[in-house]
């Protein structure tokens, strides 16, 4: 059963939900996302991903910056939709335009609910040490990331799991699950259990202060720290050189058992003394250059043992 929808979303995880929406053969009355941003050097605006995706396929777009103005949100309701579907979207959804729709608003979000309610559930799994997370088709309420679930699909974290390349297996997930979502809805079969008050945890925006490497922590953390902000913002630290320290961005290291002053290297080939263990650094960008294996890395930037980064 085709439904007339309104999709809201920015990224490339909500892209690839919305490219499945259409392959499904819904009906997709408009597409929200957020505005053109200033983005790389020369600060020329950008569009979002699916801003980008939506435009190719012909579809309306919309790019309020504010959902609060009654305009919009009469504008929104003249669509007349059956539902409207929210991924990582960006703007707060005020009471008049959750209730709009016939079947309302569901939300794809990227955990497991309630663990990781919030704006950066992948990158705090990863971070947290988790084995698993998930996607989930939700009921959308005033709340944040509270209503009922309604469709849910597990998906395992591995040892070497990235942000990115666990953002890119929710994102075929979600893609697979919305369309079983709405399938069901149509029928009337879609049914939601409420969240438990249980387990809540929140997924906090990634504060700037949190991508400085402190290497007093654990090797297990740093770990953990790297993967969950790899590819962005990428976790770094500053190497000494005769023109002053260089910030070193760091998106993939691997534990091993060594010893030594934090931050100390401990051979000449990246291993990185921490507050316990140590971590040899695999994969690293200097500020301004592209990303480097650490043979090539250290091609055109020597990092003798017992130099101390910071």
Not at 50 to 69: E, I, M, N
């Amino acid at each position: 059963m085709a439904l007339r929808i309104a999709f809201m979303g920015t990224p490339d995880f909500a892209a690839t939900a919305l490219s499945a929406l259409v392959d499904a053969g819904h009906d997709i009355a408009c597409v929200y996302t957020q505005p053109p941003r200033p983005a790389g050097r020369g600060k020329a605006l950008r569009q979002s991903a699916v801003h980008d995706l939506a435009q190719s396929l012909g579809q309306l777009v919309r790019t309020p910056k504010t959902l609060r103005d009654g305009d919009e949100q009469a504008a929104f309701a003249a669509l007349d939709l059956d539902v409207a579907i929210i991924v990582a979207y960006g703007l707060i959804l005020p009471l008049e335009m959750l209730d709009a729709p016939r079947f309302g608003c569901l939300n794809l979000h990227g955990s497991l609910l309630p663990r990781w309610r919030g704006a950066a559930p992948i990158q705090r799994a990863i971070m947290a040490g988790d084995t698993v997370t998930g996607v989930q088709v939700m009921q959308m309420e005033e709340g944040l990331d509270t209503g009922p679930v309604l469709m849910s699909q597990s998906v395992k974290i591995a040892s070497d799991d990235t942000a990115g390349s666990l953002h890119d297996k929710l994102a075929t997930a979600g893609a697979g699950l919305l369309p079983k979502a709405l399938d069901a809805l149509g029928k009337g079969e879609l049914q939601g259990r409420a969240q438990s008050e249980d387990g809540v945890t929140y997924a906090h925006k990634i504060d700037k202060a949190e991508a400085r490497i402190d290497w007093t922590r654990p090797a297990e953390d740093l770990d953990r720290l790297i993967r969950g902000l790899s590819p962005f913002p990428g976790a770094w630290f500053e190497l000494p050189s005769t023109k002053g320290p260089q910030r070193v961005k760091v998106l993939m290291a691997v534990p091993e058992k060594a010893s030594g002053v934090p931050g100390e290297a401990l051979d000449g080939h990246l291993l990185i003394a921490c507050g316990e263990g140590a971590v040899r650094l695999t994969r690293l960008q200097r500020a301004g250059k592209g990303v480097q294996q650490a043979e090539d890395f250290l091609r055109g930037q020597v990092v003798p043992k017992g130099t101390q980064l910071t």
